[in-house]
């Protein structure tokens, strides 16, 4: 009877090995075309800092209503974290030279993509994270408007002049970027929380390094592929707008570097 058993445990764990192996994905379905629109494939990159690549664990995307694998996704590792960071500096060198009403256009150009893909992206909010259609277009718009109030707010940015002690002379305050800015954005937001502080720090002449949360990674890459089109069309770095996708470990990463002075989270990100 036990020998039975263990050699039903053996049969089984076979079948799914196999069953692993012939895994047929979600993106591949053409009910699903959607998917390929916005550039995912059955196996995917999860690292963006100009160009894609990925040194970490591989894993599957699955879609929460149906636990049907949508997409594989290699994730970066510490390595590539480290090689980002580097990267977004150099970047942010040039980027905080551009002056802001043109940062601006930039970041307007961003939302006129994203009008574009809204309905395809939603669906993909919609399969990866669980909400309903009418909820993933929406986290989509609430991106688009921040881009809107992003590319008028370039052309505002104002400082002060004020009266000193010493005569002849006159005090001007001004607002300076400060380098890298920090993403951590939690599962049930996986577009929105992203667009709103990316859209403002680029105005403001900082780059972003994004980390989504581990369950919605397809959402990290497709966004990304979007603002990183309209960043090679205009010349701009891919840096300006990174993407290490990952677990707690480049979470923590993030947090403890130095050479991220701003890091944006909220309290369901994992770190």
């Known amino acids: 009877m036990v020998i039975l058993n263990c050699a039903s445990k053996k049969l ?6 196999a069953s692993t192996r012939s895994m ?10 959607f998917l390929k629109e916005l550039g995912i494939s059955a196996k995917n ?5 100009g160009k894609w690549t990925g040194s970490g664990e591989t894993v599957t995307s699955l879609c929460p209503a149906n636990n ?11 390595a590539d974290f480290e090689a980002t960071v580097e990267l977004c500096r150099t970047a942010w060198k040039s980027w ?33 994270m669980g909400k309903i259609l009418t909820e993933g277009e929406g986290e989509v718009q609430e991106y688009i408007d921040i881009c809107d109030y992003a590319t008028g707010l370039s052309r505002s940015l104002e400082g002060k002049v004020l009266p000193s002690e010493r005569p ?9 970027p400060v380098g890298v800015v920090g993403v951590i954005s939690a599962f049930n937001f996986p577009v929105a929380v992203y667009g709103w502080n990316s859209a403002i720090a680029m105005v403001c002449g900082d780059v972003v390094l994004w980390k989504g949360a581990p369950t919605t990674p397809l ?26 996708s990952g677990g707690s470990d480049i979470g923590q990463a993030i947090t403890n570097d130095k050479r991220v002075p701003i890091v944006s989270l909220d309290r369901k990100s994992v770190v």
């Open 168 to 176: 002849g002379h006159d005090l001007m305050e001004l607002w300076n």
């Open 24 to 33: 047929s994905y979600l993106v591949d379905n053409p009910k699903y075309s």
């Open 219 to 244: 959402c990290s890459i497709a966004v990304t592929r979007i603002v990183a089109e309209v960043l090679e069309a205009n010349g701009v770095s891919g840096a300006v707008c990174a993407l290490v």
């Open 45 to 49: 990159l999860g690292v963006y800092n």
């Open 96 to 128: 905080s030279d551009v002056t802001a009403p043109k940062r601006g256009e930039i970041v307007r150009q961003i939302g006129d993509a994203l009008r574009r893909k809204k309905t395809s992206l939603g669906k993909l909010v919609s399969l990866e």
């Open 12 to 17: 089984f764990l076979i079948h799914r090995l």
């Open 68 to 78: 049907q694998p949508i997409a594989q996704v290699t994730n970066g590792n510490l």
